[in-house]
DNA sequence: CTGTTAGCGCATTCAC
DNA sequence: GTGAATGCGCTAACAG
């Protein structure tokens, strides 16, 4: 057995088994409405029995589109992403598209190369947060629509989940429960997201007339968040809020581990809800639409492309905070 | 801003300023030793100023081959796959191959139409965990390479976890700890991992004299775990040993949920080892190289569409136990 | 070493 | 309604 998938036949062959000229094989299958109903049955059933299916890739350089979209993560293992990029799946589906998938390892090197080595095979790319600098991403946007999810970037079509309401309804929450110092667990430096929620919790803080603190964990991860705990600790803060749920994850294990009751002795809450009530105790966190994020950026990228040209939309996704049990009175105060 | 990305220079283009035919600038980008060394850079130099790229599609259609290949995962979001996915990645980029993604759902049908789709636009497709039918199967590997993970089909290449040690090794740590009759918590009917766990649990539960019930989840999720465990303690079995970590997450929280704590009330362990140390309490589980199969499952993929030849292959990737906290001793002879 | 010629498989003007 | 001709952008013989 030879290669037996070589045996895919061209258009001419079916041409030719079913009596007509090539265009009309084509016409059969993009334009069934110009031919009469019996040419197009007929050419259909040839095509059928020899197994024909139109070549892809001399269509689309023919056309020039192909209808492929690409999609850069900066982890696929990150749980962040998978509900995204399921979002953007399904939408590409209803598109006819195909979807290529790329994960830049949180490396902005990496992630140049990936959109370099997709642009020109794709139609568009969605960057879902970027590790880029704005120079770079202008610089693709010049060679290939694309459209951002959680970066903004001026000029740019961009889907941003708002985590601002969400970690203020988070502080709010904290605040009741008699919490005074605070502690942010930030994310990379590099995340727009990271930027925003630091922000919004830093506003929510002075507006309460909390102290906020805040540490830094290495990347977003398991083993970032359960590193960081000793230095939380070390800050004297009763709560805090974690960059994401992933990171809050390590912060509750190290908790237990070091027989922390949660939420008895310290409040933690997360950000994105991806991970439900896997957690224990369940995590009390902001929930993030990640899902609708990826099918709004694919619907967006089919405007812009269809519309070929790129028009200035910042859609915002907004959020709420997620009550679950992990955060609770402060322990002075019980 | 009219359609900026349209400015992509041809070949002719820079043939023309560079003052020499295509075919040197096609060679300069694809054969550089056949040229002198003053011609390539000065091509190339050319081709920089213009932002002159080849081509992919039309590439592609001249040569046959793309490098372009296809993922077909049931779930994106079982946190199974996106270690497999990024493997599969990292051993993609090396070749300097660009990645399909499709997620199919856990349908038949909807896996069947992915393939479809992709065939004609990769130059192979490793299908992880298929649900669909032999005979579907085979009639695409007819139209291009294929590459099967956890999936057993005569003929096909194919990389296998075997579990079955694992497994073993999981029903003699239960049956230490003095655990008589354990459960089996299933998952999809059409996976072959799971008639394969549970064709091993069997063989092991015989082998050791006990005794092996077992239920159905319907679906490998958190939540099919959470809604199994009244049935499975109805079954009246000391421990479970669940098809997936996912699954057995599930089981974990639900029993924390009716206030039975595991392991001393109730022992369980998961498949896979996705979860690592996240879980409370840690989950015992069997360990399973998921990255590594697919690395494995592209690298044999490169050697089909190389060898342009289908070999008959079967790369079978072992398992251990590792013991973490959720497996102790029986309630009973505590 | 480099230019010329000839397609890759398909969609798309035009004629008929 | 349908066929013949042309080109998408590139690579691959074949010359020279």
Redesign the pocket.
């Known amino acids: 057995m030879d290669e037996p998938w070589r045996g895919v036949p ?3 062959q ?1 041409a030719q088994a079913a ?9 059969a ?3 069934p409405q ?3 109903q ?3 049955s007929r050419v259909k059933s040839v095509a059928a029995r020899l197994g ?4 892809q ?3 689309a ?4 589109r192909h209808g492929n979209i690409a999609l850069i993560v900066p982890d696929v293992a990150n749980p962040f992403f998978p509900p995204l990029i399921r979002g953007a799946q399904a939408r590409a589906d209803l598109a006819g598209a195909c979807l290529f998938l790329g994960s830049s390892d949180e490396n902005a090197d990496r992630e140049d190369t990936l959109v370099a080595k997709f642009t020109g095979q794709v139609e568009g790319v969605i960057l879902v947060s970027s590790r880029l600098d704005e120079e770079r991403i202008r610089h693709h946007a010049g060679r290939v629509p694309i459209v951002l999810i959680n970066r903004d970037v001026t000029g740019l079509p961009r889907v941003l989940i708002d985590t601002s309401v969400g970690i203020s309804a988070a502080v709010d929450h904290l605040a009741e429960f008699g919490h005074r110092r605070i502690c942010y667990v930030a994310g990379p430096a590099a995340s727009w997201s990271n930027q925003q929620r630091r922000k919004a919790m830093r506003a929510a803080m002075r507006r309460r007339g909390l102290e906020m603190v805040a540490v830094t964990a290495q990347r977003a991860s398991f083993e970032a968040g359960r590193d960081i705990v000793a230095a939380l600790l070390g800050t004297g803060a009763t709560a805090a809020i974690a960059f994401d749920d992933v990171t809050a994850q390590g912060i509750l294990v190290a908790l237990a581990e070091r027989r922390i009751a949660v939420p008895e002795r310290f409040s933690v809450i997360g950000c994105d809800d991806v991970l439900g009530a896997t957690t224990f105790p369940p995590l009390t966190t902001v929930s993030a639409r990640c899902d609708e994020a990826g099918e709004v950026a694919l619907d967006l990228l089919g405007d812009v492309t269809r519309l070929k040209a790129m028009r200035e939309i910042r859609y915002v996704l907004d959020t709420h905070l997620v009550v679950r049990g992990s955060a609770g009175t402060v322990p002075a105060a019980r």
């Open positions: 061209t258009i001419s079916v009596g007509v000229s090539r265009a009309t094989v084509s016409r299958f993009t334009r110009m031919l009469s019996e040419t197009v024909y299916v139109p070549n890739v001399a269509r350089l023919s056309t020039g």
